[in-house]
């Protein structure tokens, strides 16, 4: 299998290429524009080929795309034209319009489109609920809060860059119609500082926040069923709550933070993906209705 990593910036450096020995049977191939960059991580991590072009790669059987979110469409489409299969970090587009096209040209093609959403598959939370969360049972509310260090932004970045890690978070089916969203934001100045944003499906509550002026960068996450509640404090512990008692829980010692942040398991479907040449629509409906959700936040906060 021939796998092109396309971008070779701080995210693909951080999250994806120490994780690229788990998976020796991959032939994996760099893309820069670069030639420094591409020259001293093609060594470092022997890769099978590199170029400085993307339109120069050989024949794959899938790409990676790590680079800027301008760029992301541009790239995709290149690559899903040629019935390739396609990973895009999130998000996949700045806006709805792109995301929609490219899910219907990969359809129209036949080959998978994946958007990379590592907190889907955080182990700690998976082992804690004993599911997947869109599976949990007798669920009555989850909130997602993810927060930064006086860090206000331009509103589109904000939301699709940022703030989509908690809204796809809370996002479980991928079916929350637009108009059902409660909205709740402030700005500083020009620039939005704080979101939050809720919907209730059937008896179930959902609620994300994000504050772009807090007193530190954080993230957090509450699960309730009746009389047993989960709070995640960073993806490495927290606390069960049930009959008025507190217990601690936490991963296992030596956790490698990649595995801990879900990015080991999400790389492990991806690859099954591109071995089976497709995705599950639950999946694609989530990817595509989260995005859907950032382009109505925009729309109301007029950007």
Known sequence: ???????????????????????????????????????????????????????????????????????????????????????????????????????????????????GFNRRYLPIVQQQAGCSLDKMPGLTSLRW???????????????????????????????????????????????????????????QDFEARMDRRFGMTCERIQLCQVNHTLEFDSFTSGRLLSNNVASQFALADWTPMLHSKGFSAMLTHWLSVVEQGKLDDASIARNLNSHLLCEEICHRLGA
């Not at 001293?40 to 072009?53: F, G, I, K, M």
């Not at 024949?59 to 489409?77: G, K």
């Open 1 to 115: 299998m021939k796998i092109a990593l396309i971008g070779l910036g701080d995210i693909a450096q951080k999250a994806y290429l120490p994780l690229l020995q788990e998976w020796p049977q991959v032939d994996w191939l760099f893309c820069s524009r670069n030639p420094e960059v591409l020259s001293r991580l093609t060594r470092q991590y022997s890769a099978a080929e590199a170029c400085l072009d993307y339109r120069q790669l050989p024949n794959l059987d899938a790409v990676m795309i790590h680079s800027a979110t301008s760029s992301h469409f541009e790239i995709a489409r290149y690559f899903l034209a040629r019935k390739v299969a396609v990973f895009v970090d999130k998000p996949l587009c700045d806006n709805y319009a792109d995301c929609e096209s490219l899910h219907e040209l990969a359809a129209k093609q036949g080959a998978p489109l994946f958007v």
């Open 145 to 203: 809060e993810k927060h930064r260090h006086n860090l206000p932004g331009d509103v589109r970045t904000f939301v699709f860059d940022d703030f989509i890690h908690a809204l796809d978070g809370i996002n479980l089916y991928g079916n929350v119609n637009p108009d059902d969203m409660v909205l709740h934001s402030q700005f500083q100045g020009l620039q939005l500082g704080r979101l939050e944003c809720q919907w209730r499906i059937g008896e």
